[in-house]
C-alpha cells in the first residue's frame, strides 16, 4: 500500500494570542511518505503549528486539509481519529503501567475493550493479536526488552521512545513528533534517528519538530523553516541550511 503524493496542506493558517501572532499566516504541504522537517528558533511558533494540525488549539484562521478533507479544528480527538498521532513535548505516559501496556492503552477500537482482560494477565484471540502488535512497535523503537518494565522506571530516553511506540499504536496517516531529541544524551540521540528511519521505512509520514541541524539533516527529505510565525524558508535540508534567512533567524536564537 504504497502511498504518494499530497498529505497534509496549510492554506495561511493562523494562531494569535491575543497580539502575538505565533502562527502568522502559514502555508505548506507535507507529501505522503516524507519526514517533513518543522524548524526554527525558539518561540518561532513550531509548537502552536503543530498544536492546531492536532486539534488542541483551533486556528485563528486559515485552511487545514488531510489527504483534501478539512481537517477537525480545535478537537484532539476528532484530528486523532482522522489519522493524525503526536507526542507531546511533556511525556504523557502511566507511569505504573509497563510499556506493553502503555502502548495498549494507546490503541484504538477492539484493542480498548479488551485491554482489561490483557492487564488481568488473559490474552486470547484478539487481545494476543493486540499484544502482539503492541510488542512489534516497543521492537521497533527498540524498547522489546522492557516489555514488562513500568514506565516509571525507564531512562528518561526510553521513556520518549515509548511515547513514540503509543503514538504509533493508533496507527497514523501522518505522525507529529515535538522535539523528540530534546533533553536526550547522544547515544539515544542516534537511536532516534534509528526509529525515525524505521517509521518512514512503514509508509508513514512525519513531520519532525527539531532544534538540532544536525538530526534534520540526517532524516529529513523536506524542511521549513518558520521565524516569528512565518515562513522563512523552505527545501531540501542542504539548501536550508546554507540559506542566509536561516543563519540569520539562527543566530539571533
Ligand atoms: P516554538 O515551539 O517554536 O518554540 P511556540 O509555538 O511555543 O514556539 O511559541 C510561539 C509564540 O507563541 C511564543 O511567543 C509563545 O510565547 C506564544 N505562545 C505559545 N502558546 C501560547 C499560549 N497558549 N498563550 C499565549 N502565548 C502562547
Ligand atoms: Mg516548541
Not at 10 to 35: N, T, Y
Not at 75 to 94: D, E, W, Y
Not at 149 to 163: N, S
Not at 176 to 192: F, Q, R, S, T
Amino acid at each position: 500500500k504504497e502511498e504518494s503524493g499530497l498529505l497534509l496542506e496549510l492554506v495561511e493558517v493562523k494562531r494569535h494570542f491575543g497580539g502575538i501572532k505565533a502562527v502568522d499566516g502559514v502555508s505548506m504541504q507535507v507529501l505522503a511518505g516524507h519526514v517533513h522537517g518543522l524548524i526554527g528558533p525558539n518561540g518561532s511558533g513550531k509548537s502552536t503549528l503543530v498544536n492546531v494540525i492536532s486539534g488542541l488549539y483551533a486556528p485563528s484562521a486559515g485552511q487545514l486539509r488531510l489527504r483534501g478533507e478539512d481537517l477537525p479544528k480545535g478537537s484532539l480527538f476528532k484530528v486523532s481519529r482522522a489519522g493524525v498521532a503526536r507526542t507531546f513535548q511533556n511525556l504523557q505516559l502511566f507511569a505504573e503501567l509497563s510499556a506493553l501496556e502503555n502502548v495498549m492503552v494507546a490503541c484504538e477500537g477492539a484493542y480498548r475493550k479488551s485491554l482489561p482482560l490483557v492487564l488481568l494477565g488473559f490474552a486470547y484471540g484478539e487481545e494476543h493479536k493486540a499484544q502482539a502488535d503492541a510488542l512489534a512497535l516497543l521492537e521497533l523503537v527498540g524498547l522489546a526488552n522492557e516489555a514488562r518494565t513500568k514506565a516509571k522506571d525507564l531512562p528518561y530516553g526510553a521513556q520518549r521512545f515509548l511515547e513514540i511506540a503509543r503514538a504509533l499504536a493508533r496507527k497514523p496517516k501522518l505522525l507529529i513528533l515535538d522535539e523528540p531529541a530534546a533533553g536526550l544524551a547522544h547515544p539515544d540521540v542516534l537511536n532516534l534517528i534509528e526509529i525515525v528511519r524505521k517509521i518512514r521505512a512503514r509508509g508513514i509520514t512525519t513531520i519532525l519538530i527539531e532544534h538540532h541541524m544536525s538530526v534534520v539533516n540526517e532524516v529529513c527529505d523536506f524542511v521549513t523553516v518558520l521565524d516569528e510565525g512565518k515562513i522563512i524558508a523552505q527545501g531540501l535540508p542542504d539548501d536550508v541550511k546554507r540559506d542566509p534567512h536561516v543563519i540569520a533567524a539562527y543566530l539571533g536564537d
